[in-house]
């Protein structure tokens, strides 16, 4: 037998880079498709991660992603009624309305 790994859930390469980013305020929307990867720039963010997320309108595709959002002492700024294209653009919206 022989196992083959096709699906790995790790951090993107440039994921340092975004953090950067969100702490020089470059962001005005991000929208967070999985628990997972909000949770890995949170972490590249370190310890200011609330405060440099917080000045940014966060959107989640769906519940369980907006739940780690709010785990990560964040708000989350919108919920996507869809996780389709048109769901995800609705929320974005939403969010830089407020």
Do not use: Q, W
């Not at 962001?27 to 720039?41: D, K, N, Q, T």
């Not at 310890?47 to 769906?62: D, H, P, T, Y």
């Amino acid at each position: 037998m022989h196992a083959v790994s096709y699906y790995r859930n790790r951090a993107a390469e440039d994921v340092g880079a975004v953090a950067r980013e969100v702490a020089a305020g470059s962001y005005e929307a991000i929208v967070f498709g999985s628990p997972s990867a909000f949770v890995r720039l949170s972490e590249a963010c370190g310890a200011r991660a609330s405060e440099n997320l917080g000045c940014i309108a966060l959107v989640a595709i769906g519940g369980t992603t907006a739940e780690a959002i709010r785990a990560g002492d964040c708000k989350v700024a919108a919920i996507a009624s869809a996780p389709t294209p048109k769901g995800i653009a609705d929320a974005v919206e939403v969010a830089l309305r407020r």
